[in-house]
């Protein structure tokens, strides 16, 4: 039988909360995955004699071009077919491929591993955004998504501490090793004690090509969604650009260990970051029962607040006040997933859902997380003639600045999605102002 969206108790196992709480785990032992390179890079770039610019190509386009790419095939089997067996499988590839980079002897063997790394984490987001817009109603569906969002802060701090502390112990192929291990147990429990729950729409019989061009359209077509994707992807450019960076920016410029540096920042971004980002959630789903604004306000407030302190963080070398201005940007920094992941959802109709959170996440992981951390590196060694070992520093303020169009994308989308949920009918249980 089905799992109804509606359970007496939602904390019993296969009950929504309970799903709700495995699929963060997902999100969780995804980042873990991804995000443990990061602090892992200085010692991956000593072994192999590699220039930033090689960092950043292994660190992002590596992995984000096939992430973002199959995500759209795999979203388009979500809207057709069992949600919770598409996770199960993607979770096992990706942990068995995070097990290899533990194994390789060379630059390329590393990188083709973190492309397999990218295959398999490619369905996870889109599939369990689908299965939480089926369980959850549009109220309270900015929780749920914001503490989807939650496990990658959670997953980011779990990676820089396994990452720096393991390295430290073992070097860094044993990190890989370590970090590969949950996956596995997680895609078990979920193939186990997981159904597939109800959905709102029946799937379309269309083929997935068609359906993918049809999605593409359907997002490029509804303006809010335009100005919340690129909102996303510009700040998201700037944040994995920093935040894959940063562990090597404290180990360079304040002289911390990988253990020290990844302990720091998986404090602040991982347990500050995942309170952020679930308290951004309820917050913002508690302001838009009154006004669905919010959802574009909320994102752009967390990040201009953010932007002039993660620039006075990055010049200083006092390296107790770079840790006390990092402390407020880490508890903003998901908290623009809810509201943008939440409200996207319900700008499009339920038999699109999986198809438009993967068509987000293309474009979101192809420029933010493809382009991010590798447009650091590449400024980083071209700053070098002119600033020497400072180039990483200002290359680092320098991707800063583009979430400023982030910032302004957010405004614009919050001016125009009040009309546009309210011709997509989404409005009737939600009281706005005139």
């Given amino acids: 039988m089905a799992l109804s969206p509606k359970v007496p108790n939602p904390w019993r196992v296969g009950g929504r909360h309970y799903v709700l709480v495995l699929l963060t785990l997902t999100a969780a032992f995804n980042f ?35 992430y973002a790419i ?18 199960v499988v993607c979770i096992s590839i990706f942990s068995a491929m995070t097990a290899v980079c533990g194994a390789v002897v060379s630059f390329v063997q590393l990188f083709l591993a973190r492309v397999g790394v990218g295959i398999g984490e490619a ?76 959905r709102k729409a029946p799937p379309k019989e269309s083929s997935w090509v068609s359906e993918t061009w049809q999605s593409i359209s359907l997002v490029g077509r509804i303006m809010s969604v335009r100005r919340f994707v690129i909102g996303g992807t510009l ?27 990844g302990t720091a920042i998986s404090i602040i971004v991982g347990v500050l970051g995942g309170l952020g980002a679930v308290g951004g959630g309820v917050v913002c789903a508690w302001l838009s029962r009154r006004d669905l604004r919010w959802n574009g306000w909320v994102p752009a407030a ?7 302190l993660l620039i006075a963080m990055l010049i200083t070398n006092n390296t ?13 920094s998901s908290v623009y997933a809810g509201p943008t992941w939440s409200i996207i959802q319900e700008l499009v109709p339920p038999e699109r ?58 405004l614009l ?22």
């Fill in 235 to 261: 700040y998201g450019l700037s944040a994995y650009g920093i935040h894959t960076w940063m562990p090597v920016y404290y180990i360079r410029y304040h002289d911390m260990s990988t253990g020290e540096a």
């Fill in 32 to 66: 873990v995955d991804r995000q443990i390179l990061g602090v892992l890079l200085e010692p991956i770039g000593q072994e192999f004699d590699l220039p930033d610019s090689m960092l950043g190509l292994l660190s992002g386009i590596a992995f984000a071009a096939f």
């Fill in 70 to 87: 199959l995500g759209i095939p795999i979203a388009a089997l979500a809207d057709r077919h069992n949600r919770r067996n598409i996770i």
């Fill in 353 to 410: 859902r999986a198809m438009a959170a993967s068509v987000y996440m293309l474009i979101y992981n192809l420029i933010g997380l493809g382009l991010g951390p590798l447009a650091v590196g590449v400024l980083s060694d071209l700053y070098i003639p002119w600033l020497g070992d400072e180039s990483l520093r200002w290359a680092m303020c320098s991707v800063l600045l583009v979430s400023l169009g982030g910032i302004a994308a957010y």
């Fill in 123 to 198: 369905g996870t987001m889109p599939a369990s955004q689908s299965i939480l817009s089926d369980l959850y109603p549009v109220e309270e569906r900015p929780s749920a998504m914001g503490l989807l969002a939650a496990g990658g802060n959670i997953g980011l701090m779990l990676g820089l501490l396994i990452g720096g502390w393991v390295n430290e112990w073992y070097g860094w192929r044993t990190a890989f090793l370590v970090a590969a291990v949950p996956g596995g147990l997680l895609a078990l429990a979920i193939a186990l004690t997981v159904r597939e729950p109800v």
């Fill in 413 to 434: 989308a919050a001016r125009s999605v009040r009309d546009d949920l309210r011709a997509t009918g989404s409005l009737a249980s939600t009281t706005v102002p005139p």
């Fill in 302 to 308: 967390a990040i201009s607040i953010s932007l002039p």
């Fill in 320 to 332: 107790w006040l770079a840790l006390a201005l990092f402390v407020i940007p880490g508890i903003l």
